[in-house]
Protein backbone atom coordinates (compact mmCIF):
# COMPACT_ATOMS: atom_id res chain seq x y z
CA UNK A 1 0.00 0.00 0.00
CA UNK A 2 1.73 3.36 -1.04
CA UNK A 3 0.48 7.01 -1.14
CA UNK A 4 0.91 7.58 -4.91
CA UNK A 5 -0.85 9.09 -7.36
CA UNK A 6 -1.68 6.45 -9.23
CA UNK A 7 -2.67 4.00 -6.25
CA UNK A 8 -5.99 2.42 -5.77
CA UNK A 9 -6.07 1.61 -1.93
CA UNK A 10 -8.89 3.31 -0.60
CA UNK A 11 -12.64 1.34 -0.68
CA UNK A 12 -14.61 4.48 -1.31
CA UNK A 13 -13.92 7.00 -3.65
CA UNK A 14 -14.12 10.64 -2.14
CA UNK A 15 -15.92 13.16 -4.62
CA UNK A 16 -12.98 14.60 -5.33
CA UNK A 17 -11.42 11.56 -7.07
CA UNK A 18 -14.58 10.40 -8.16
CA UNK A 19 -13.79 13.47 -10.87
CA UNK A 20 -10.33 12.20 -11.48
CA UNK A 21 -11.23 9.07 -12.27
CA UNK A 22 -13.99 9.63 -14.77
CA UNK A 23 -11.17 12.14 -16.10
CA UNK A 24 -8.01 9.82 -17.12
CA UNK A 25 -9.50 6.83 -16.72
CA UNK A 26 -12.50 3.91 -16.04
CA UNK A 27 -10.20 1.46 -14.60
CA UNK A 28 -8.52 2.67 -12.16
CA UNK A 29 -9.86 4.88 -8.76
CA UNK A 30 -7.10 7.75 -8.76
CA UNK A 31 -6.96 9.42 -5.48
CA UNK A 32 -5.01 12.92 -5.30
CA UNK A 33 -1.65 12.43 -2.94
CA UNK A 34 -1.52 14.49 0.10
CA UNK A 35 1.09 16.46 -1.78
CA UNK A 36 -1.18 16.99 -4.41
CA UNK A 37 -4.36 18.48 -1.89
CA UNK A 38 -1.48 20.61 -0.23
CA UNK A 39 -0.18 22.16 -3.27
CA UNK A 40 -3.93 23.03 -4.18
CA UNK A 41 -4.96 24.65 -1.18
CA UNK A 42 -1.95 27.12 -1.26
CA UNK A 43 -3.28 27.85 -4.59
CA UNK A 44 -6.48 28.63 -3.46
CA UNK A 45 -5.02 30.41 -0.73
CA UNK A 46 -2.99 32.43 -3.11
CA UNK A 47 -6.13 33.03 -5.46
CA UNK A 48 -8.18 34.16 -2.56
CA UNK A 49 -5.54 37.02 -1.48
CA UNK A 50 -5.43 38.25 -5.03
CA UNK A 51 -9.37 38.61 -5.35
CA UNK A 52 -9.07 40.22 -1.65
CA UNK A 53 -6.56 42.73 -2.87
CA UNK A 54 -8.26 43.76 -5.94
CA UNK A 55 -11.56 43.88 -3.98
CA UNK A 56 -10.05 46.59 -1.56
CA UNK A 57 -8.22 48.01 -4.51
CA UNK A 58 -11.73 48.56 -5.84
CA UNK A 59 -13.04 50.02 -3.11
CA UNK A 60 -10.14 52.73 -2.51
CA UNK A 61 -10.99 53.26 -6.18
CA UNK A 62 -14.75 53.92 -5.88
CA UNK A 63 -13.79 56.79 -3.48
CA UNK A 64 -11.95 58.27 -6.16
CA UNK A 65 -14.01 58.13 -8.56
CA UNK A 66 -16.64 59.62 -6.53
CA UNK A 67 -14.18 62.68 -5.62
CA UNK A 68 -13.64 63.29 -9.37
CA UNK A 69 -17.47 63.74 -9.56
CA UNK A 70 -17.98 66.03 -7.08
CA UNK A 71 -14.66 68.07 -8.49
CA UNK A 72 -16.55 68.03 -11.58
CA UNK A 73 -19.87 69.46 -10.43
CA UNK A 74 -18.62 73.41 -10.10
CA UNK A 75 -18.29 73.65 -14.12
CA UNK A 76 -21.61 71.21 -14.91
CA UNK A 77 -23.80 73.98 -11.91
CA UNK A 78 -22.10 76.91 -13.67
CA UNK A 79 -22.49 75.98 -17.16
CA UNK A 80 -26.25 75.27 -15.99
CA UNK A 81 -26.71 78.41 -14.64
CA UNK A 82 -25.68 80.16 -17.83
CA UNK A 83 -27.47 78.53 -20.02
CA UNK A 84 -30.91 79.13 -18.10
CA UNK A 85 -29.98 82.68 -17.97
CA UNK A 86 -29.38 83.00 -21.68
CA UNK A 87 -33.02 80.88 -22.11
CA UNK A 88 -34.38 83.62 -20.26
CA UNK A 89 -34.16 85.87 -22.31
CA UNK A 90 -33.76 84.38 -25.33
CA UNK A 91 -36.77 82.38 -27.21
CA UNK A 92 -35.66 80.92 -30.74
CA UNK A 93 -32.52 79.15 -30.32
CA UNK A 94 -30.69 78.12 -33.65
CA UNK A 95 -27.50 76.50 -33.10
CA UNK A 96 -26.11 73.09 -34.97
CA UNK A 97 -25.75 71.24 -31.69
CA UNK A 98 -29.40 71.98 -30.81
CA UNK A 99 -31.18 71.24 -34.34
CA UNK A 100 -33.64 69.01 -34.40
CA UNK A 101 -33.73 66.68 -37.76
CA UNK A 102 -35.84 63.36 -38.86
CA UNK A 103 -33.74 60.85 -37.47
CA UNK A 104 -32.20 58.41 -40.45
CA UNK A 105 -29.39 57.33 -38.89
CA UNK A 106 -28.17 57.63 -35.20
CA UNK A 107 -24.76 56.98 -33.19
CA UNK A 108 -24.92 54.96 -30.27
CA UNK A 109 -21.88 55.67 -27.89
CA UNK A 110 -21.25 52.48 -25.99
CA UNK A 111 -19.01 53.27 -22.52
CA UNK A 112 -17.19 49.62 -21.38
CA UNK A 113 -14.56 48.86 -18.72
CA UNK A 114 -10.94 48.21 -19.79
CA UNK A 115 -10.52 45.43 -17.62
CA UNK A 116 -12.66 42.36 -16.92
CA UNK A 117 -12.79 40.55 -13.03
CA UNK A 118 -16.42 42.80 -13.03
CA UNK A 119 -18.70 40.23 -12.91
CA UNK A 120 -21.43 41.25 -15.85
CA UNK A 121 -20.68 44.84 -16.33
CA UNK A 122 -19.55 44.97 -19.71
CA UNK A 123 -22.05 42.42 -20.74
CA UNK A 124 -24.84 44.03 -19.27
CA UNK A 125 -24.48 47.48 -21.53
CA UNK A 126 -23.46 45.38 -24.14
CA UNK A 127 -26.63 43.99 -24.51
CA UNK A 128 -28.46 46.88 -23.68
CA UNK A 129 -26.44 48.10 -26.69
CA UNK A 130 -27.75 45.32 -29.14
CA UNK A 131 -31.18 45.75 -27.69
CA UNK A 132 -31.03 49.18 -28.93
CA UNK A 133 -29.44 48.43 -32.35
CA UNK A 134 -32.12 45.68 -33.14
CA UNK A 135 -34.64 48.44 -31.71
CA UNK A 136 -33.31 50.80 -34.68
CA UNK A 137 -32.96 48.27 -37.62
CA UNK A 138 -37.03 47.36 -36.61
CA UNK A 139 -38.13 50.90 -37.25
CA UNK A 140 -35.62 50.81 -40.58
CA UNK A 141 -32.73 52.98 -38.51
CA UNK A 142 -28.99 52.75 -39.63
CA UNK A 143 -26.85 53.31 -37.02
CA UNK A 144 -22.96 53.53 -36.45
CA UNK A 145 -21.24 52.77 -33.05
CA UNK A 146 -18.00 54.61 -31.49
CA UNK A 147 -17.20 52.25 -29.14
CA UNK A 148 -15.18 53.59 -25.50
CA UNK A 149 -13.25 50.95 -23.81
CA UNK A 150 -11.35 47.70 -24.49
CA UNK A 151 -13.93 45.73 -23.31
CA UNK A 152 -16.34 46.87 -26.16
CA UNK A 153 -13.63 46.89 -28.67
CA UNK A 154 -12.95 43.33 -28.54
CA UNK A 155 -16.57 42.97 -28.92
CA UNK A 156 -17.08 44.85 -31.40
CA UNK A 157 -14.22 43.72 -33.38
CA UNK A 158 -14.94 40.21 -33.54
CA UNK A 159 -18.22 41.30 -35.18
CA UNK A 160 -17.19 43.24 -38.17
CA UNK A 161 -20.88 43.37 -39.67
CA UNK A 162 -21.71 46.15 -36.61
CA UNK A 163 -20.97 49.34 -38.42
CA UNK A 164 -18.41 51.01 -36.00
CA UNK A 165 -17.00 54.70 -36.27
CA UNK A 166 -14.51 54.43 -33.70
CA UNK A 167 -12.47 52.19 -31.32
CA UNK A 168 -11.67 54.69 -28.10
CA UNK A 169 -10.19 53.63 -24.98
CA UNK A 170 -10.41 55.45 -21.64
CA UNK A 171 -7.72 56.09 -19.11
CA UNK A 172 -8.14 54.24 -15.53
CA UNK A 173 -9.95 57.69 -14.21
CA UNK A 174 -11.64 59.44 -17.03
CA UNK A 175 -10.34 63.21 -17.83
CA UNK A 176 -11.34 65.77 -20.12
CA UNK A 177 -9.26 64.55 -22.56
CA UNK A 178 -10.87 61.04 -23.16
CA UNK A 179 -13.83 63.65 -23.02
CA UNK A 180 -13.35 65.49 -25.52
CA UNK A 181 -11.93 62.54 -27.90
CA UNK A 182 -15.50 61.56 -27.76
CA UNK A 183 -17.33 64.70 -28.12
CA UNK A 184 -15.56 65.72 -30.40
CA UNK A 185 -15.91 62.26 -32.80
CA UNK A 186 -19.81 62.60 -32.19
CA UNK A 187 -20.09 66.55 -32.48
CA UNK A 188 -18.33 66.18 -36.20
CA UNK A 189 -20.59 63.30 -36.77
CA UNK A 190 -23.46 64.93 -35.79
CA UNK A 191 -22.73 68.83 -37.47
CA UNK A 192 -21.51 67.17 -40.54
CA UNK A 193 -25.44 65.48 -40.28
CA UNK A 194 -23.78 62.05 -40.88
CA UNK A 195 -26.27 61.17 -38.24
CA UNK A 196 -29.24 63.12 -37.11
CA UNK A 197 -29.04 61.74 -33.53
CA UNK A 198 -26.42 60.45 -30.68
CA UNK A 199 -27.22 58.32 -27.70
CA UNK A 200 -24.92 57.97 -25.08
CA UNK A 201 -25.20 54.33 -23.53
CA UNK A 202 -23.79 54.24 -20.26
CA UNK A 203 -23.92 52.21 -16.90
CA UNK A 204 -25.38 54.41 -14.21
CA UNK A 205 -24.50 53.60 -10.43
CA UNK A 206 -27.21 53.52 -8.44
CA UNK A 207 -25.62 51.61 -5.30
CA UNK A 208 -22.95 49.07 -4.58
CA UNK A 209 -24.81 46.32 -5.80
CA UNK A 210 -27.28 47.72 -8.51
CA UNK A 211 -26.33 49.81 -11.64
CA UNK A 212 -28.70 50.36 -14.14
CA UNK A 213 -27.43 50.48 -18.01
CA UNK A 214 -29.34 53.98 -19.44
CA UNK A 215 -29.69 55.36 -22.66
CA UNK A 216 -29.40 58.93 -22.46
CA UNK A 217 -29.83 61.45 -26.18
CA UNK A 218 -26.73 63.85 -26.06
CA UNK A 219 -27.21 65.18 -29.36
CA UNK A 220 -29.13 67.15 -29.85
CA UNK A 221 -28.89 69.02 -26.97
CA UNK A 222 -32.01 71.15 -25.47
CA UNK A 223 -30.90 74.58 -25.76
CA UNK A 224 -31.88 74.46 -21.70
CA UNK A 225 -29.28 71.83 -21.27
CA UNK A 226 -32.30 69.47 -20.58
CA UNK A 227 -31.00 65.50 -20.24
CA UNK A 228 -33.50 63.28 -21.93
CA UNK A 229 -33.45 59.51 -22.47
CA UNK A 230 -34.58 57.61 -25.88
CA UNK A 231 -38.07 57.38 -24.26
CA UNK A 232 -38.51 61.64 -24.49
CA UNK A 233 -38.39 61.88 -21.30
CA UNK A 234 -36.44 64.44 -19.64
CA UNK A 235 -35.34 66.03 -16.66
CA UNK A 236 -34.41 69.26 -16.15
CA UNK A 237 -30.80 69.49 -15.89
CA UNK A 238 -31.86 71.96 -13.14
CA UNK A 239 -32.94 68.75 -11.23
CA UNK A 240 -29.71 66.52 -12.73
CA UNK A 241 -28.72 64.18 -9.65
CA UNK A 242 -25.09 63.45 -9.06
CA UNK A 243 -24.40 60.34 -6.71
CA UNK A 244 -22.23 60.43 -3.65
CA UNK A 245 -20.89 57.71 -1.30
CA UNK A 246 -21.60 57.99 2.01
CA UNK A 247 -21.95 56.08 5.26
CA UNK A 248 -25.41 55.55 6.94
CA UNK A 249 -25.16 53.38 10.42
CA UNK A 250 -21.67 52.17 9.14
CA UNK A 251 -22.27 51.08 6.30
CA UNK A 252 -20.84 51.99 2.70
CA UNK A 253 -24.10 53.46 1.23
CA UNK A 254 -24.90 55.80 -2.18
CA UNK A 255 -26.95 58.66 -2.15
CA UNK A 256 -27.69 61.12 -5.26
CA UNK A 257 -27.98 64.65 -4.72
CA UNK A 258 -29.60 67.17 -6.45
CA UNK A 259 -27.05 69.58 -8.64
CA UNK A 260 -27.55 73.10 -7.39
CA UNK A 261 -31.09 74.95 -8.98
CA UNK A 262 -30.03 78.58 -10.33
CA UNK A 263 -31.76 80.70 -8.01
CA UNK A 264 -34.02 83.29 -9.78
CA UNK A 265 -33.54 85.99 -6.95
CA UNK A 266 -29.91 85.99 -8.54
CA UNK A 267 -30.96 86.16 -12.03
CA UNK A 268 -29.43 89.41 -13.39
CA UNK A 269 -29.75 89.98 -17.45
CA UNK A 270 -26.35 89.49 -18.82
CA UNK A 271 -25.66 91.29 -20.93
CA UNK A 272 -23.75 89.50 -23.84
CA UNK A 273 -20.62 90.70 -25.19
CA UNK A 274 -21.27 88.45 -28.06
CA UNK A 275 -23.88 87.77 -30.54
CA UNK A 276 -25.86 84.83 -28.28
CA UNK A 277 -25.52 82.08 -31.05
CA UNK A 278 -21.65 82.95 -30.90
CA UNK A 279 -21.98 82.06 -27.35
CA UNK A 280 -23.96 79.17 -27.18
CA UNK A 281 -21.52 78.12 -29.87
CA UNK A 282 -18.74 78.56 -27.60
CA UNK A 283 -20.99 76.91 -24.31
CA UNK A 284 -22.28 74.17 -25.73
CA UNK A 285 -19.50 72.33 -26.14
CA UNK A 286 -18.19 72.72 -22.81
CA UNK A 287 -22.06 71.27 -21.67
CA UNK A 288 -21.73 67.97 -24.35
CA UNK A 289 -17.19 67.90 -22.95
CA UNK A 290 -18.82 68.26 -19.30
CA UNK A 291 -22.29 65.52 -19.65
CA UNK A 292 -19.95 62.75 -21.57
CA UNK A 293 -17.36 62.92 -18.73
CA UNK A 294 -19.97 62.67 -16.13
CA UNK A 295 -21.08 59.20 -18.02
CA UNK A 296 -17.73 58.33 -17.97
CA UNK A 297 -17.07 59.28 -14.41
CA UNK A 298 -20.21 57.17 -13.49
CA UNK A 299 -19.37 54.55 -15.53
CA UNK A 300 -16.57 53.48 -13.81
CA UNK A 301 -17.72 54.07 -10.24
CA UNK A 302 -20.60 51.00 -11.95
CA UNK A 303 -17.47 49.05 -13.10
CA UNK A 304 -15.54 49.38 -9.58
CA UNK A 305 -18.88 48.06 -7.84
CA UNK A 306 -19.06 45.18 -9.70
CA UNK A 307 -15.76 44.30 -9.20
CA UNK A 308 -15.63 44.63 -5.57
CA UNK A 309 -18.90 42.39 -5.75
CA UNK A 310 -17.80 40.00 -8.08
CA UNK A 311 -13.96 40.22 -5.98
CA UNK A 312 -16.10 39.30 -2.80
CA UNK A 313 -17.80 36.61 -4.21
CA UNK A 314 -14.35 34.96 -5.54
CA UNK A 315 -13.06 35.70 -2.02
CA UNK A 316 -15.90 33.63 -0.23
CA UNK A 317 -15.88 31.10 -2.79
CA UNK A 318 -12.09 30.49 -2.42
CA UNK A 319 -13.02 30.14 1.43
CA UNK A 320 -15.41 27.24 0.82
CA UNK A 321 -13.26 25.74 -1.22
CA UNK A 322 -10.32 25.96 0.89
CA UNK A 323 -12.48 24.65 3.65
CA UNK A 324 -13.79 21.75 1.67
CA UNK A 325 -10.46 20.97 0.50
CA UNK A 326 -8.85 20.90 3.72
CA UNK A 327 -10.77 18.32 5.09
CA UNK A 328 -10.21 15.85 2.56
CA UNK A 329 -6.60 16.58 2.69
CA UNK A 330 -7.09 16.03 6.70
CA UNK A 331 -9.13 12.43 5.73
CA UNK A 332 -6.75 11.46 3.41
CA UNK A 333 -3.72 11.84 6.28
CA UNK A 334 -5.95 9.76 8.99
CA UNK A 335 -6.38 7.54 6.16
CA UNK A 336 -2.43 7.09 5.49
CA UNK A 337 -1.84 6.84 9.03
CA UNK A 338 -4.28 4.70 9.80
CA UNK A 339 -2.82 2.21 7.03
CA UNK A 340 0.84 2.48 8.24
CA UNK A 341 -0.77 1.36 11.34
CA UNK A 342 -2.56 -1.14 10.28
CA UNK A 343 0.60 -2.33 8.58
CA UNK A 344 2.95 -2.37 11.41
CA UNK A 345 0.34 -4.73 13.46
CA UNK A 346 -0.18 -6.84 10.66
CA UNK A 347 3.46 -7.48 10.75
CA UNK A 348 4.00 -7.61 13.89
CA UNK A 349 1.43 -10.24 14.23
CA UNK A 350 3.06 -12.36 11.47
CA UNK A 351 6.77 -12.33 13.54
CA UNK A 352 4.59 -13.42 16.81
CA UNK B 1 -22.93 94.12 -1.62
CA UNK B 2 -19.68 91.87 -0.55
CA UNK B 3 -16.80 94.63 -0.47
CA UNK B 4 -14.89 92.83 -3.56
CA UNK B 5 -15.55 90.29 -6.05
CA UNK B 6 -16.29 86.77 -5.14
CA UNK B 7 -14.60 84.93 -7.80
CA UNK B 8 -14.60 81.07 -9.20
CA UNK B 9 -12.06 79.90 -11.24
CA UNK B 10 -13.70 76.10 -12.86
CA UNK B 11 -11.73 74.04 -15.09
CA UNK B 12 -14.04 71.06 -16.56
CA UNK B 13 -12.50 68.36 -14.16
CA UNK B 14 -12.12 71.11 -10.44
CA UNK B 15 -12.44 74.21 -8.83
CA UNK B 16 -8.84 75.68 -9.52
CA UNK B 17 -9.34 78.68 -7.28
CA UNK B 18 -12.13 80.43 -5.67
CA UNK B 19 -12.12 83.54 -3.26
CA UNK B 20 -12.29 87.46 -3.15
CA UNK B 21 -10.61 89.18 -5.62
CA UNK B 22 -10.37 93.35 -6.23
CA UNK B 23 -9.45 93.38 -9.97
CA UNK B 24 -9.73 90.45 -12.36
CA UNK B 25 -8.44 90.86 -16.25
CA UNK B 26 -9.32 88.28 -19.12
CA UNK B 27 -9.19 88.07 -22.83
CA UNK B 28 -12.23 87.82 -24.16
CA UNK B 29 -12.97 87.45 -28.15
CA UNK B 30 -13.69 91.10 -28.40
CA UNK B 31 -10.67 91.91 -26.33
CA UNK B 32 -9.50 92.01 -22.82
CA UNK B 33 -11.69 93.10 -19.80
CA UNK B 34 -11.30 94.36 -16.67
CA UNK B 35 -13.98 93.74 -13.88
CA UNK B 36 -14.26 95.68 -10.76
CA UNK B 37 -16.60 95.76 -8.48
CA UNK B 38 -19.77 96.69 -9.45
CA UNK B 39 -19.66 95.79 -12.58
CA UNK B 40 -22.50 95.64 -15.06
CA UNK B 41 -23.80 92.24 -15.66
CA UNK B 42 -21.82 90.67 -18.41
CA UNK B 43 -21.37 87.02 -20.54
CA UNK B 44 -18.51 86.79 -22.59
CA UNK B 45 -16.41 84.39 -24.18
CA UNK B 46 -13.19 84.07 -23.20
CA UNK B 47 -10.44 83.14 -25.38
CA UNK B 48 -6.79 80.85 -25.32
CA UNK B 49 -5.38 83.60 -22.91
CA UNK B 50 -3.71 84.79 -19.40
CA UNK B 51 -6.57 85.33 -16.72
CA UNK B 52 -4.96 87.65 -14.05
CA UNK B 53 -5.98 87.65 -10.60
CA UNK B 54 -5.65 90.53 -8.08
CA UNK B 55 -6.63 90.14 -4.44
CA UNK B 56 -6.32 91.61 -1.14
CA UNK B 57 -4.71 89.57 1.07
CA UNK B 58 -2.96 86.77 -1.37
CA UNK B 59 -1.23 89.14 -3.78
CA UNK B 60 -2.07 88.55 -7.37
CA UNK B 61 -1.53 86.00 -9.21
CA UNK B 62 -1.96 84.26 -13.16
CA UNK B 63 -3.48 82.01 -14.21
CA UNK B 64 -3.25 80.44 -18.06
CA UNK B 65 -7.32 79.62 -19.47
CA UNK B 66 -8.43 77.62 -22.64
CA UNK B 67 -11.16 78.75 -24.61
CA UNK B 68 -14.19 79.35 -22.40
CA UNK B 69 -16.02 81.75 -20.30
CA UNK B 70 -16.71 84.46 -18.01
CA UNK B 71 -19.80 85.55 -16.46
CA UNK B 72 -19.95 89.10 -14.44
CA UNK B 73 -23.44 89.28 -12.13
CA UNK B 74 -24.12 90.77 -8.45
CA UNK B 75 -19.97 90.75 -8.26
CA UNK B 76 -19.79 87.33 -8.86
CA UNK B 77 -17.41 86.34 -10.99
CA UNK B 78 -17.05 82.72 -12.75
CA UNK B 79 -14.38 82.17 -15.13
CA UNK B 80 -14.88 79.27 -17.10
CA UNK B 81 -12.44 77.27 -19.36
CA UNK B 82 -11.77 73.23 -20.04
CA UNK B 83 -8.33 73.61 -18.88
CA UNK B 84 -6.87 75.96 -16.28
CA UNK B 85 -3.38 75.89 -14.87
CA UNK B 86 -1.74 77.83 -12.41
CA UNK B 87 0.97 80.11 -13.16
CA UNK B 88 3.68 78.87 -10.23
CA UNK B 89 2.38 75.64 -11.47
CA UNK B 90 3.43 75.51 -15.21
CA UNK B 91 6.59 74.30 -16.24
CA UNK B 92 8.45 77.21 -18.49
CA UNK B 93 10.51 74.51 -20.91
CA UNK B 94 7.55 72.10 -20.92
CA UNK B 95 5.46 75.03 -22.27
CA UNK B 96 7.82 75.96 -24.65
CA UNK B 97 8.40 73.30 -26.04
CA UNK B 98 4.92 72.32 -26.55
CA UNK B 99 4.66 75.72 -28.74
CA UNK B 100 7.55 74.81 -30.68
CA UNK B 101 5.75 71.89 -31.16
CA UNK B 102 2.80 73.28 -32.14
CA UNK B 103 3.77 75.75 -34.15
CA UNK B 104 4.26 73.82 -37.60
CA UNK B 105 1.12 72.25 -37.29
CA UNK B 106 -1.64 73.30 -40.41
CA UNK B 107 -3.21 76.23 -39.85
CA UNK B 108 -6.37 74.53 -40.95
CA UNK B 109 -6.17 72.26 -37.85
CA UNK B 110 -8.48 73.42 -35.23
CA UNK B 111 -7.33 71.26 -33.14
CA UNK B 112 -3.82 71.87 -33.23
CA UNK B 113 -4.83 75.57 -33.71
CA UNK B 114 -6.38 75.87 -30.37
CA UNK B 115 -3.43 73.65 -28.63
CA UNK B 116 -1.29 76.05 -30.07
CA UNK B 117 -3.01 78.82 -28.57
CA UNK B 118 -3.35 77.19 -25.42
CA UNK B 119 0.64 76.23 -24.83
CA UNK B 120 1.21 80.43 -26.11
CA UNK B 121 -1.02 81.39 -23.26
CA UNK B 122 0.77 78.83 -20.57
CA UNK B 123 4.44 80.60 -21.93
CA UNK B 124 2.86 84.09 -21.31
CA UNK B 125 1.53 83.27 -17.87
CA UNK B 126 5.21 81.77 -16.48
CA UNK B 127 6.87 84.25 -18.08
CA UNK B 128 5.32 87.86 -16.90
CA UNK B 129 4.79 85.43 -13.46
Redesign the interface.
Known sequence: MSSTMWATTSAKPTPLSAKASSRRSSLYIVRCSLRDLRDRIDSVKNTQKITEAMKLVAAAKVRRAQE?VV??R??SE??V??LF??NEQLDDIDVPLTRVRPVKKVALVVVTGERGLCGAFNNNIIKKAEERMGQLKQLGIEYTVVSVGKKGNAYFQRRPYIPVDRFLESSSLP??KD??AIA?DVFSLFVSEEVDKVELLYTKFVSLVKSDQVIHTLLPLSPKGEICDVNGVCVDAAEDELFRLTTKEGKLTVERDIVRTPTTT?????????DPV??LD??LP?YL??QI?RALQESLASELAARMSAMSSATDNAVELKKTLSILYNRQRQAKITGEILEIVAGADALA | MPEQLQVELVAADRLVWSGEATRIIARTSEGDVGILRGHAPLLSVMIEGVVEIDTADEGSFLAAVDAGFISVANDRVSLLAEHVDLAEHIDADEARAAVRKYSDSDPDDSAAQSALRRAEARVRAVERR
Open positions: ASGPFALDVNITTAQDFSAILQFEQQIALLNSL
